[in-house]
């Protein structure tokens, strides 16, 4: 079976007696980046990478092809050119979902509930 490793954003805090130097070699960021970290405070780990939070439980094929594919005939439908490409955008769809799958479970509450993840 393959395994998707789970990258998640996480919010790291800088000391402000931390030099630039010092958070460039701990944290692999650029010298620009260090220096605009300690201005801030923090900065967001794996900010510019897809977050991918598996949870097979929470995730419905039947539910996700349903909204990629009512999604695409609302949104793209008049447009040859994504006419040509609608299976894979469907899938490309239903695919994120599935890696999203575990994030709409960690933050569902009453305003973000499971149907907000699907959309």
Not at 19 to 37: F, M, N, T
Not at 58 to 65: E, K, L, Q, T, W
């Amino acid at each position: 079976m393959n395994t998707v490793p789970e990258i998640r954003r996480e919010k790291v805090f800088i000391p402000p007696e931390m030099p630039a130097q010092e958070i460039k070699e701990k944290y692999g960021l650029s010298s620009k980046s260090a220096r605009e970290v300690l201005k801030q405070g923090f900065f967001v780990k794996n900010y510019s990478k897809k977050q991918i939070i598996i949870d097979p439980e929470n995730f419905d094929p039947a539910v996700s092809y349903s909204t990629a594919k009512r999604v695409y005939w609302k949104n793209f439908r008049w447009s040859p050119l994504v006419q040509s490409i609608k299976e894979d955008l469907i899938q490309e769809a239903v695919t994120r979902m599935y890696e999203l799958s575990g994030k709409v479970k960690e933050n569902a509450n009453e305003k973000y509930g499971i149907g907000y993840g699907y959309f």
